[in-house]
């Protein structure tokens, strides 16, 4: 049994997406568990990203310092149409926001439960579409910072959604979309002193996650509530475990909290907090 904070679990796409899960510098290879029986305990304790340690998480796993404080936290992250970096102007801490900001970002339509327009840094690519648990997905554009690509997004979403409903996207694959008319369509509505940055390739990524059954009807667990976790991994989609009794676990809302993760025939092995 190993101990330490939950991560979000590293993706790689092959011909399914390939999970790892880092906990205490082991890195576990969660496709090679399907089938098998696992567990998580929590042991009541929670770290923010500032190393603080709390048995109380704000948005987004911050302790409240962070929350109101840091620009990881600060509102132009949720909406990246509110970012000012690029005219200077200064929302949280400049420096930071500068380099966070003013880079490559991508405007990508996917296909995950249903039609969405998502944006992602130029560095993530397809692995902001595997963490989101989609099936297919297409750039729409390349911008030179966020701010741009929050815009594109803004004037998308009346048309498409700009979130995953993640149950939904739990319940199956979606059914195939023709992503490469979606984004002709959707490109008329990008606003025209923007339209220069559309890109010509229209390669769609098809991306298959590694589950055996999906939930019937799905029951959210979280360690709040249940602080041991364990039962039979059936499948790994976005940055959930699908558990036996249609529960599904996201790895990526616990991100901080201090856990313990073992398979079934290491319990015995296990160590104390």
């Known amino acids: 049994m190993f101990r330490d904070t939950l991560k979000k679990m590293h993706t790689e796409l092959h011909d399914e997406v390939n999970y790892t899960l880092d906990i205490?510098?082991?890195?576990?290879?969660?496709?090679?568990?399907?089938?098998?029986?696992?567990?998580?305990?929590?042991?009541?304790?929670?770290?923010?990203?500032?190393?603080?340690?709390?048995?109380?998480?704000?948005r987004s796993g911050y302790c409240y310092?962070?929350?109101?404080?840091?620009?990881?936290?600060?509102?132009?992250?949720?909406?990246?149409?509110?970012?000012?970096?690029?005219?200077?102007?200064?929302?949280?801490?400049?420096?930071?926001?500068?380099?966070?900001?003013?880079?490559?970002?991508?405007?990508?339509?996917?296909?995950?439960?249903?039609?969405?327009?998502?944006?992602?840094r130029g560095t993530q690519g397809v692995i902001r579409w595997m963490d989101q648990g989609a099936s297919q997905a297409i750039l729409l554009a390349e911008v030179p910072n966020r701010r741009f690509s929050g815009d594109i997004e803004v004037s998308l979403k009346r048309f498409v959604s700009d979130v995953t409903n993640w149950r939904k996207m739990l319940s199956g694959t979606p059914e195939s979309v023709d992503l490469v008319k979606m984004k002709q369509e959707l490109s008329i509505h990008v606003p025209e002193e923007l339209k220069q940055y559309i890109l010509p390739d229209n390669t769609v990524t098809e991306i298959i996650y590694p589950v055996t059954q999906y939930p019937k009807k799905i029951k959210s667990v979280k360690l709040e509530r249940t602080?041991?976790?364990?039962g039979v991994l059936l499948g790994i989609k976005g940055q959930y475990l699908l558990l036996d009794g249609d529960r599904v676990f996201n790895i990526r809302s616990h991100e901080g909290f201090i856990a313990a993760f073992s398979q079934k025939e290491t319990l015995q092995q296990g160590l104390l907090f």
């Not at 509102?75 to 500068?98: M, N, V, Y």
């Not at 602080?227 to 364990?230: F, T, V």
Request: glycine fraction near 8%; charge should be negative.
């Open 24 to 58: 205490h510098g082991i890195d576990h290879k969660m496709n090679d568990y399907i089938g098998k029986e696992i567990k998580i305990e929590w042991s009541g304790v929670v770290i923010c990203q500032c190393g603080k340690k709390s048995d109380k998480f704000y």
């Open 227 to 230: 602080p041991i976790i364990e």
């Open 65 to 120: 310092k962070c929350f109101w404080e840091s620009p990881l936290a600060s509102q132009s992250i949720f909406k990246p149409e509110l970012c000012t970096a690029h005219l200077g102007i200064e929302e949280r801490d400049l420096k930071w926001e500068k380099d966070f900001q003013l880079a490559p970002h991508y405007v990508y339509l996917a296909n995950s439960s249903g039609i969405k327009v998502g944006i992602t």
